[in-house]
């Protein structure tokens, strides 16, 4: 069984950081594709970030590039996003997930986590 668990979600200030953690188990970690995708109150999901686990290929959305980076650690099966200079646009339901589409990711297709709450307030 695919679990993902997602944590490190909480409150900051705009220009603060964050990482969030995303414990992965029940297939194989290491080869494929992981995504973050966040969903802001009253709106649609957002693939944010990609990373291929065994070559350490990335993508990020415009939204998030030059302050956001993804990264793996394939000996722990876990998955991170550190975000840099956050803004309240940022804040969303931060959720991992795998083999989804980056363009139309839907949260009926594919395998996701529970989700973490960042919220960016003064």
């Known amino acids: 069984e695919v679990q993902l668990t997602e944590s490190g979600g909480g409150l900051v200030r705009p220009g603060g950081s964050l990482r969030l953690s995303c414990a992965a188990s029940g297939f194989t970690f290491s080869d494929g594709w992981m995504y973050w995708v966040r969903q802001a109150p009253g709106q649609g999901l957002e693939c944010i970030s990609a990373?291929?686990?065994?070559?350490?290929?990335?993508l990020y959305a415009d939204s998030v590039k030059g302050r956001f980076a993804i990264s793996s650690d394939n000996a722990k099966n876990t998955l991170y996003l550190t975000m840099n200079s956050l803004k309240t646009q940022d804040t969303a339901m931060y959720y991992c997930?795998?083999?989804?589409?980056?363009?139309?990711?839907?949260?009926?297709?594919?395998?996701w986590g529970q989700g973490t709450q960042v919220t960016v307030s003064s």
């Open positions: 990373i291929a686990t065994r070559t350490g290929t990335t």
């Open positions: 997930a795998r083999d989804i589409n980056w363009a139309s990711p839907q949260r009926d297709f594919g395998d």
